[in-house]
């Protein structure tokens, strides 16, 4: 039961992971959440408390990087230090990937660029086009032009201008292409490496 394609090119099913990470994000939106562009407070202690209680190759046995889906799932709910401490460990591009949007979420755009560069050319980021361009269809009024190919540095600036716009369209989209960005990369990490 995928949710969103007609929202953005993004069909979501939380239940392709497994039971226990479905609960999970059953917790805040199934995978749904409009995670906010500056890192606030984790959104849910109790899926803290449940991801902390396994590790990664129990709730992801069958993921490509089951330590960068963790660290996914705990930034998920802005569980900042957790997501930190895990990425921390992560020295391939998935782990760099998730400690960019990590860094831009903070909000620390060099950081976050410095760690968008170590990514380089990742596999989801034809997809996340797409989906960051019929995004951003659904705003014209707002002039933004999405780069082909996709170009995480310009992202991270246009987070930095929206989220100096709070409540503004320009952080409705901007949330709406993060979340785009977060369910590839999740299900990149998360799904099998033949998926």
């Known amino acids: 039961m995928p949710s969103g ?41 109790e899926a803290r408390r449940l991801i902390a209680r396994r590790s990664a190759r129990k709730l992801f046995p069958q993921a490509r990087a089951p330590e960068a889906a963790l660290s996914g799932l705990y930034l998920y709910f802005s569980c900042l230090d957790e997501a930190h401490e895990t990425t921390q460990a992560i020295e391939t591009a998935d782990g760099s990937y998730w400690h960019g949007i990590l860094h831009r979420q903070e909000p620390d755009a060099g950081n976050a660029s410095y760690w968008f560069r ?3 050319r990742h596999a989801i980021f034809p997809e996340l086009r797409r989906a960051a361009h019929q995004i951003a269809e659904r705003y014209p009024q707002l002039g933004v032009r999405i780069a082909d190919p996709w170009d995480p540095s310009a992202f991270v600036d246009l987070c930095e201008l929206a989220r100096r716009s709070p409540g503004s369209e320009l952080e409705k989209m901007a949330q709406e292409i993060q979340r785009a960005e977060w369910q590839l990369l999740f299900h990149y990490c998360a799904s099998p490496p033949s998926a």
Not at 27 to 44: I, N, Q, V, Y
């Open 5 to 45: 394609p007609e929202r953005a090119g993004v069909p979501f099913n939380s239940q392709a992971y497994g039971e226990e990470v479905a609960a999970i994000l059953a917790l805040d939106g199934s995978g749904e959440r409009l995670m906010p562009l500056a890192m606030g407070k984790c959104s849910s202690d």
């Open 118 to 120: 170590r990514v380089g």
